[in-house]
C-alpha cells in the first residue's frame, strides 16, 4: 500500500493478521500529534490502526527503494532474450529475513 492511498483505506475496513508482539515507542511532540490529527479526523480508525497503516506503506516505499544491483547468474530471459541477472542488491536479504521472520512470528494455525 502507498501512503496516497492510506487515506481512502482508512474510510473502509480491514482485518489485518496481528502478531501476539507488542511494540512501545515514544513518538517525537509532532509525530504523536500528526496521529492525534489523523485520529480525529478519521475517528472510525484507531490510533494503532493509523500507526501500523503508515508504517506498513512506510515499509512497501522502503523496500521499492532498495536499489537492485546486478548480480553474476542469469536468472531469466526478458521478452527480446536478453538475459536479466540476479538481484544482488539489498532487496533479496531484506525479503529472505522477513520471510524468516514472519515465520516466526505468524500465530499458530
Wanted: glycine share 4%; hydrophobic share 40%; no cysteine.
Amino acid at each position: 500500500m502507498k501512503i496516497r492511498d492510506l487515506l481512502e483505506h482508512w474510510e473502509g475496513t480491514r482485518q489485518p493478521q496481528l502478531t501476539a508482539e507488542t511494540y512501545a515507542i515514544h513518538l517525537p511532540v509532532e509525530y504523536a500529534a500528526r496521529v492525534h490529527a489523523l485520529a480525529e479526523m478519521y475517528p472510525a480508525v484507531a490510533e494503532e490502526d493509523i500507526l501500523r497503516d503508515l508504517l506498513a506503506a512506510a515499509l512497501a516505499e522502503l523496500e521499492a527503494a532498495m536499489p537492485y544491483q546486478a548480480g553474476t547468474r542469469v536468472a531469466r530471459e526478458d521478452e527480446f532474450g536478453d538475459p536479466v541477472y540476479e538481484d544482488a542488491g539489498p532487496t533479496p536479504r531484506f525479503l529472505a529475513l522477513t520471510r524468516k521472520h514472519k515465520e516466526r512470528l505468524a500465530p499458530p494455525g
